[in-house]
Every structure is written in structure tokens, then in C-alpha cells.
């Protein structure tokens, strides 16, 4: 399977699924889903084609790359349809961990502590349904050549 396939595999396991059983924007005022004209969230490899000529928000390049491609940023204006949400935001506020041994670890993304309040409570807090789907997803994303060097390489740039 390519990588967009991958991707919109991925996608499709985290469709009906968030963090909460309930619509967890609600507690923190959609955080997640705001920001300024450069912060967005990271697209994974060919997923900037779903959104080329959209109306929600815009793909910028970002400066930096990860499994030797260019990384791409979806910005957008604080409100989606669902249903073409990009997989980084159905992961939120998980990530992906690997270890000196080639396992993987989902765990709760550093970069979500200052804009999620669910990190505050832990990896328990988080609808175990929503987090076996996360899993379930990485997974299909590891067997994927590109998407498993873009894992690898945000990984890496998150212990820098």
C-alpha cells in the first residue's frame, strides 16, 4: 500500500474516536484547534493532496524534515469538517515512542502538555477504545516504508 493509502487507512480506524468519550474540546475551549498563521499541525507523507484547494485552511511548508522528506504544516482556521480532520489531529495527544530495541511505545505527546489539560491525568484518562485505535493506527503506519522514516524521524526530532 503507498503512503496516502496508509495514511487514509490510519484515518479511517480514528474516524468515530477522540481522546474522550465525549467531545473533550468542550473543557479546554477546542485548544487544539487554535493558533496563528504558522502553527498547524504535521501532515504525514502525500496527506498535503486531500487538502490542496481547501477551504478550511492552508498546507506551508514547514522548515525542517523528517524521514528525509520535506515536512508539511495543515493551518487551519480553527474549525474543520470531522470527517477530513488530518491523522495528526485524530492522534492528539498521542505519539508515537521508539526504543533502543525497534519496540514502539504510544504515549502522550510532550508537545501536547501546554495546550491539552487531558496530559495532566495521564495516559488513563483517555478513552481506552480511542487508545487502542491510536495503536492499531501507528501500527498500519509502521508497515509503511515512508511513513514508518516520518515516525522515525519525529522521534528523533522530539529528544533533541
Do not use: S, W
Request: net charge negative; with cysteine.
Amino acid at each position: 500500500m503507498d503512503a496516502l493509502n496508509t495514511v487514509l487507512a490510519a484515518r479511517e480506524i480514528l474516524d468515530a474516536l477522540t481522546p474522550l468519550k465525549t467531545d473533550c474540546g468542550r473543557l479546554c475551549g477546542g485548544a487544539c484547534c487554535q493558533g496563528d498563521e504558522q502553527t498547524g499541525m504535521l501532515l504525514f507523507p502525500d496527506e498535503d493532496a486531500l487538502y490542496a484547494g481547501c477551504g478550511f485552511a492552508r498546507v506551508l511548508d514547514a522548515d525542517f524534515t523528517l524521514g528525509g522528506e520535506a515536512a508539511r504544516l495543515l493551518v487551519c482556521r480553527g474549525t474543520c469538517p470531522r470527517g477530513e480532520r488530518p491523522l495528526a489531529c485524530r492522534l492528539f495527544p498521542l505519539f508515537l515512542r521508539l526504543d533502543a530495541r525497534g519496540g514502539t511505545h504510544v504515549v502522550l505527546d510532550p508537545r501536547a502538555r501546554t495546550v491539552c489539560p487531558l496530559t495532566g491525568y495521564g495516559m488513563e484518562a483517555l478513552d481506552g477504545a480511542f487508545v487502542a485505535a491510536a495503536r492499531q493506527a501507528y501500527a498500519l503506519l509502521m508497515e509503511n516504508d515512508r511513513c514508518a522514516a516520518y515516525l522515525l524521524g519525529l522521534d528523533e526530532a522530539m529528544r533533541l
